[in-house]
């Protein structure tokens, strides 16, 4: 059943295996948004005179039936079937008869399919700020756990000045605050309503745009109904580049778990049931789940790109192009999800290495405090820099015995990490998006 095909006339099939791709398989996903639009929408014709309110409300009831079905894990899109816009519509005319053929009015595949993508993509980010704000409240529990816990700070991989593990987890956390800016960003984007736009130049009917935006929950709506169709792909990059933010985070997070258990460094280590072994080399314990991590966060990064080459030199109006963000966008959601969720195993499992910075190794590290000291005692720090800088090339170096005033340390330093301080700006960032 095509919902475009005319009588007597028929598709070749290779065209049509072609055509229809992988949609099925994520159309499935879809099926619950598809289901809700198409009730605001019969709801809507019903209020303007295009149905019944009879009509409407036998349509409404078989459509909750469908609906029930889905979330009972009960629908499929059957082989003869294209796509679920034409099974939720063939559902719906074998429960109530003719009635059923009515619902399509004054709506085209168009603004059904970015309907449904936006109402599922609205659903995904809201789960993937959960995810998020999870992982954020690891990090600050192990930063504030970790605080008192030395680390060596690196620049261009070489020895450079003292760090904690309670800053090392604290800087993530407050990364994931800017990741979520975007996410709140594509959530913004998305929440905006393209039912009624049909086709992409609206309709003849006296559709009730703000009706079906009230009843699905949208902010507001795609006003402009050219634009309304411009959105498809637009919205979906949005998210793309949310996930490849959260990606940048999660990955450099991922190399510095890599580097760390290495031997040579040794900082962190993971229980054994969390990392895997060497079929050959019985002393391993690989960091396996970080290295995939970082891999599929490599990917996700490289999610924008991919849209803005599918999505490139289209002039408006609809393009079937546009099928394709589905199968790019949709997994890589889940992804992301996945990876979210193993970091917080992982990290809640960690076991850090006490006292790292005695050894004699990281004495180098202390040199900017050797250059203050002078600098605090009246030397002018170019003069300084250089006396420490003479020492250090005569081998004689010893790191400075003073301790530093934690009362007089500035904010986001190792000894004032504005934990209290970060947690109140993730807490701004998740109240908008109610």
């Known amino acids: 059943m095509k919902l475009w095909q005319k009588a007597g006339t028929s598709t070749d099939q290779l065209v049509e295996n072609f055509t229809v791709g992988n949609d099925k398989i994520f159309d499935v996903l879809l099926a619950k948004y598809d289901i809700l639009g198409s009730i605001a929408h019969v709801n809507m014709l019903g209020e303007v005179g295009l149905m019944t309110k009879d009509e409407a409300q036998t349509a409404i009831k078989g459509l909750q039936e469908i609906l029930q079905a889905v979330e009972e894990g009960n629908f499929v899109i059957e082989d003869s079937i294209e796509d679920v816009h034409s099974q939720v519509e063939y559902l719906l005319v074998q429960k109530i008869g003719d009635i059923g053929k009515k619902i399509h009015s004054g709506r085209s595949r168009n603004d059904q399919v970015a309907v449904d993508i936006k109402l599922y993509l609205r659903d995904q980010i809201l789960e993937l700020k959960d995810h998020v704000e999870s992982l954020f409240k690891v990090l600050m529990h192990q930063s504030e756990k970790y605080k008192n816990h030395s680390l060596p700070g690196y620049t261009h991989?070489?020895?450079?000045?003292?760090?904690?593990?309670?800053?090392?987890?604290?800087?993530?956390?407050?990364?994931?605050?800017d990741d979520l800016e975007m996410v709140l960003a594509s959530y913004n984007i998305v929440n905006k309503n393209p039912l009624g736009s049909g086709a992409g130049y609206g309709s003849t009917f006296p559709l009730n745009r703000s009706m079906t935006t009230q009843e699905l929950g949208f902010k507001t709506m795609n006003y402009n109904a050219v634009y309304a169709q411009m959105t498809r792909g637009k919205a979906e990059k949005s998210v793309a580049t949310a996930l490849s933010y959260l990606g940048f985070t999660l990955g450099k997070m991922?190399?510095?778990?890599?580097?760390?258990?290495?031997?040579?460094?040794?900082?962190?280590?993971f229980p054994?049931?969390?990392?895997?072994?060497?079929?050959?080399?019985?002393?391993?314990?690989?960091?396996?789940?970080f290295e995939l991590i970082r891999g599929k966060c490599n990917r996700i990064q490289a999610l924008?790109?991919?849209?803005?080459?599918?999505?490139?030199?289209?002039?408006?109006?609809?393009?079937?192009?546009?099928?394709?963000?589905?199968?790019?966008?949709?997994?890589?959601?889940?992804?992301?999800?996945?990876?979210?969720?193993?970091?917080?195993?992982?990290?809640?499992?960690?076991?850090?290495?006490?006292?790292?910075?005695?050894?004699t190794k990281y004495k180098l590290l202390y040199t900017v405090d050797s250059v203050n000291e002078l600098v605090k005692d009246g030397v002018t720090f170019r003069d300084a820099y250089k006396i420490v800088g003479e020492i250090v090339?005569?081998?004689?170096?010893?790191?400075?015995?003073?301790?530093?005033?934690?009362?007089?340390?500035?904010?986001?330093?190792?000894?004032?990490?504005?934990?209290?301080e970060i947690v109140r700006e993730m807490e701004k960032i998740t109240q908008k998006f109610n």
């Open 157 to 177: 991989l070489q020895l450079a000045m003292p760090s904690s593990f309670g800053l090392w987890f604290g800087a993530y956390a407050e990364a994931l605050i």
């Open 254 to 269: 991922a190399m510095d778990c890599c580097l760390y258990m290495n031997q040579n460094f040794g900082f962190i280590t």
């Open 272 to 289: 054994d049931h969390l990392t895997t072994g060497s079929s050959i080399m019985p002393h391993k314990k690989n960091p396996d789940v």
């Open 304 to 359: 924008p790109n991919e849209f803005a080459l599918l999505m490139s030199n289209l002039p408006s109006g609809y393009h079937r192009e546009m099928q394709l963000t589905k199968e790019i966008l949709f997994p890589a959601i889940e992804e992301m999800k996945a990876c979210i969720t193993m970091s917080i195993l992982m990290l809640e499992n960690i076991k850090i290495k006490e006292n790292v910075l005695d050894d």
């Open 393 to 420: 090339n005569s081998g004689t170096y010893e790191r400075p015995t003073s301790k530093v005033d934690d009362k007089n340390a500035h904010e986001g330093s190792i000894y004032r990490l504005c934990n209290e």
